[in-house]
């Protein structure tokens, strides 16, 4: 049922070919976390304007957008984009593409060895190996931004990697940690997620 899809080109100018392999796509990237039973916000992402205006976007000066990297499992973080863009569809449109940019950006630019287990745009999500989340990641490279745009995806500040620390830890024992991350974490952590973001 969900491979279902109306034969003439829709609103967004794509052919029912085009959007048929861009469901295909989908689909193949959602099945490597079927957990999060991904699959089912396929049609929803298609069907979204901003999500397709997202799509196009660039990465930095890569030449990839996450159209790109979600037609391709072989990417290390593909297969957690249709969870990120599930979330951005509970956000609102003009804050959408700016998360998803910076999220991006973050995960694809660093290319350390070991680095592919993180690069993976669900807030929620703990390396293989390390255990470690894109929100230690983000404290450790004092990218207030980013921190800011994961928390307000559901990141947990205290979830702990394989040497038992956190996001907070981390943030608390780096004296170079700017305030701003070191207080929106104290925040989400005492108060849960609901807050306002301040770094737009």
Do not use: K
């Not at 630019?109 to 390396?127: C, I, K, N, Q, Y």
């Amino acid at each position: 049922r969900l491979l279902q899809l109306d034969l003439h080109q829709n609103a967004h100018g794509m052919t029912s070919t085009q959007r048929q392999r861009l469901l295909d796509n989908l689909l193949d990237a959602s099945r490597f976390h079927s957990e999060f039973g991904l699959a089912g916000v396929a049609l929803q992402l298609i069907d979204d304007p901003d999500f397709l205006a997202l799509g196009r976007l660039p990465v930095g000066n890569t030449g990839y957008n996450a159209l790109d990297v979600s037609s391709n499992p072989a990417h290390p973080w593909a297969a957690a984009l249709p969870e990120i863009f599930a979330q951005m569809l509970q956000r609102s449109s003009e804050r959408r593409v700016s998360e998803m940019d910076a999220i991006i950006r973050f995960l694809h630019e660093d290319s350390t060895p070991g680095w592919s287990e993180l690069r993976v745009a669900a807030a929620r999500f703990t390396g293989a190996a390390t255990q470690c989340t894109p929100l230690h990641e983000a404290v450790r490279s004092h990218d207030t931004y980013v921190v800011h745009r994961l928390l307000h995806l559901g990141a947990d500040p205290y979830a702990q990697d394989s040497t038992g620390e956190s996001p907070l830890s981390v943030a608390h024992s780096d004296v170079c940690c700017p305030a701003p991350v070191i207080a929106a974490l104290e925040f989400v952590a005492t108060e849960g997620p609901q807050f306002s973001l301040v770094s737009e």
